[in-house]
C-alpha cells in the first residue's frame, strides 16, 4: 500500500455511499425525507458529545492549569471565528457549493449547497480525519481511517437521499484535507501531543454540535467561519501547557 490509500478510501466510500442515497432518495416522500434530515441533526449531535467527553478526560485535564480547559476551547473558538469571518469563509463555501451547482446543474431550490457545505464540514471533523490521515501518512496502518471511511459511507448515503449529490462532491474537499493531513504525517511524523488532540477534539465537537442544530432547523451557526479554531486548539494548548510548566 502507498501513504494515501486510506484517504482514497475515503473518498469513494463518500461518493458511493452518497450515490446509493441519491437513488433511494428520489423515492422518498418530502415528509419522509424531512425526518431523515432530523435523523441526521440528532445523530450529529450524539457523534458531538461523543467528542466533547474528551473535555473531562484525565489526559486533558492534567496537562492544562485549572479553568483552562474550557478558556483553550472557548479561545480557540473566538480567534478561529474572527479568522474565518475576516477571510469570509462561510461565504467562500457557500460560493463553491453555488458554482458547483450550477456546474451540475441542480436547482436554486435544491440542497445542493447545504448538502455539499454541511457534509464537507461533518466528514473532516473530528480526530479520525487527522489522527487517521497522519497515521497513513507515518504509514503505520489505516485502520482509523476504514472505521472512518464505513462511518462517512453511512452518513453520506443518508444526507444524500435528502440533500442531493451536493454530498457527493463533499469527497473532494475532504480528500484535500486529508491529504494535507497525510503529507504532514509523511514528513514530520507524529507532530501532535495526546491533549493537544484532545484540545481539538473538543473543538470540534462544539462545531458538530452547531451542524446539528442547523440539520434541525433550530439555529444557523456560520461553522465555515470557526475552522481555523481546529488549527488554533492545538497551538493554543501547547502554549498554555508550556506557561504551566
Not at 80 to 85: A, K, L, P, Q, R
Not at 112 to 126: H, K, N, Q
Amino acid at each position: 500500500m502507498f501513504p494515501g490509500v486510506g484517504t482514497v478510501i475515503n473518498f469513494a466510500t463518500i461518493i458511493f455511499g452518497a450515490g446509493i442515497g441519491v437513488l433511494v432518495g428520489s423515492k422518498l416522500s418530502l415528509k419522509t425525507r424531512d425526518l431523515l434530515t432530523d435523523v441526521l441533526g440528532l445523530t450529529t449531535l450524539l457523534g458531538a458529545a461523543s467528542a466533547l467527553k474528551v473535555m473531562w478526560s484525565s489526559r486533558y485535564i492534567e496537562s492544562l492549569p485549572t479553568g483552562w480547559t474550557l478558556l483553550v476551547v472557548l479561545l480557540s473558538l473566538l480567534i478561529g471565528g474572527f479568522i474565518g469571518s475576516a477571510a469570509r469563509l462561510e461565504d467562500r463555501l457557500d460560493g463553491l457549493g453555488q458554482r458547483l451547482r450550477i456546474r451540475f446543474g441542480a436547482s436554486a431550490e435544491s440542497h445542493f449547497v447545504e448538502g455539499f457545505v454541511s457534509a464537507s464540514l461533518l466528514f473532516a471533523i473530528g480526530p479520525l480525519a487527522i489522527l487517521g490521515s497522519i497515521s497513513d501518512g507515518m504509514s503505520t496502518g489505516i485502520d482509523q481511517l476504514l472505521l472512518k471511511s464505513s462511518l462517512d459511507f453511512f452518513a453520506a448515503m443518508a444526507f444524500a437521499a435528502t440533500l442531493g449529490w451536493g454530498v457527493a462532491l463533499s469527497a473532494f474537499p475532504v480528500a484535500i484535507y486529508q491529504g494535507i493531513w497525510t503529507i504532514i504525517g509523511l514528513g514530520l511524523g507524529s507532530i501532535l501531543l495526546g491533549y493537544q488532540v484532545d484540545a481539538m477534539t473538543v473543538t470540534g465537537g462544539l462545531m458538530l454540535v452547531a451542524i446539528g442544530l442547523k440539520l434541525l432547523k433550530i439555529k444557523s451557526v456560520a461553522v465555515g467561519n470557526l475552522l481555523p479554531a481546529l488549527l488554533i486548539a492545538p497551538v493554543l494548548a501547547l502554549a498554555v501547557h508550556s506557561l504551566s510548566m
